[in-house]
């Protein structure tokens, strides 16, 4: 929970600002500027996509632990390069070869929700996401606070350091008990994504997921370009923060609550109703007209981001074949890296094309496409999987 903390407040240190710094790297225009925020944010995520499956498959040989130590040593080192960036090209660069070795907060969500007896997942998980949040929290208002106060670039080595730091703790003080399986036959990634989807609802629960992080991410990097536009003047990178530091404390508060409640009354139940929660408080931010109404609506999506992704996590953990549960891990990581990635690239576009408040209007549809795929495709098979245990 320590190192959640810490990595996920470095790396939401970079998120508010990222348009700006792409300004102070010589990209000018709102429209270029969308563009390339979408296009430098999801990058990222593509090589964290490719990539995903094959980490996965490690974790289950060679064990967890050595997952999460690889991706906090190697961020820690691309990271703190970043800050040397040149032009939005080398930023692009740079992004995608921390793609390529990220997922620390991933990993350890699979250490955790392994490690873990299936009767307390929910509360487990929840507990994890509350500390990730509580440094999303944190994260945007120090680092809108330090960017004002010494630069953007300051704040890529400030990040790097930190997340050096979760390392070390987690290579200290995070132990796993792993036996090696010396007797696996050699399998191809392509063979275990069959069996795993093989086990229903597996596939859908990939494809919610995909869908929470294309609509509801893809907005928050271009957030800091619509709150300029909501309250034009200084300290646009602080309340930039503020906005999506609020959301991050209503998850904090709601992920512990709402996973024990999944423990006991189903996380099919708690994964539907924040769904329909969510749907029904995103449509209203495309016609805000100042900056506090934004604020409280942004409050009230939070709570339900609490309910979200623990829930789902937990459901994959109770139906992911037995021996393969790190692999189904990396192939829903591989779910939420293509719809973190399509999401900001997508938005950017729109918002070059229809203004940014489109983006909420299409976040709305994929959400109630989401509350359909969770009420036919989900609920259903984890009722008769859980009769039959």
Request: aromatic letters at 12%; a positive charge.
């Amino acid at each position: 929970m320590i190192c959640q903390f810490f990595v996920m407040g470095s790396m939401t240190m970079i998120i508010p600002f990222l348009p700006l710094y792409l300004q102070e790297l010589g990209v000018s225009g709102n429209d270029n500027i969308s563009r390339w925020t979408g296009v430098i944010f999801g990058i990222n995520f593509l090589s964290a996509f490719l990539f995903s499956p094959f980490w996965g498959k490690l974790a289950d040989r060679h064990g967890r632990k050595l997952m999460v130590l690889r991706s906090g040593f190697g961020m820690a080192i691309v990271i703190i390069l970043t800050g040397f960036a040149t032009g939005p090209w080398s930023l692009l660069i740079l992004r995608f070869l921390n793609g390529i070795i990220s997922g620390f907060i991933p990993a350890s969500i699979g250490l955790i929700s392994i490690t873990t007896p299936k009767k307390q997942v929910g509360q487990a998980l929840g507990l994890l996401q509350a500390s990730a949040v509580a440094g999303g929290i944190f994260g945007p208002l120090f680092g809108g606070f330090m960017a004002d106060l010494i630069g953007f670039r300051m704040i890529f080595y400030v990040t790097g350091i930190a997340i050096l730091f979760a390392a070390l703790i987690v290579l200290f003080f995070v132990h796993e008990d792993f036996e090696k399986k010396d007797n696996e036959k050699p399998t191809t990634q392509r063979q275990d994504f069959r069996k795993i989807i093989s086990n229903k609802p597996v596939f859908s629960l990939f494809v919610v997921l995909f869908i929470v992080q294309c609509a509801l991410i893809g907005i928050n990097p271009l957030l800091s370009i619509f709150v300029q536009e909501l309250s034009p003047g200084q300290n646009v990178a602080f309340y930039a923060g503020l906005v999506m530091s609020v959301m991050g404390f209503a998850n904090m508060s709601s992920s512990p609550i709402l996973g024990r409640l999944s423990d006991r009354k189903g996380a099919e139940k708690v994964l539907l109703i924040s769904l329909i929660f969510a749907t029904l408080v995103t449509l209203p931010q495309a016609f805000v007209q100042d900056y506090w109404q934004l604020v409280g609506l942004r409050f009230l999506l939070g709570l339900s981001l609490g309910g979200l992704l623990p829930s789902i996590n937990t459901l994959i953990r109770h139906v992911s074949p037995e021996g393969m549960e790190s692999r189904t891990y990396g192939f829903s990581n591989s779910a939420m890296y293509l719809g973190t990635m399509i999401g900001p690239v997508a938005g950017g576009w729109l918002a070059g094309g229809f203004g940014i408040r489109s983006l909420f209007v299409v976040s709305t549809v994929l959400l109630c496409m989401n509350v359909a795929i969770v009420w036919w495709k989900v609920i259903p098979f984890v009722h008769i999987k859980r009769k039959n245990l």
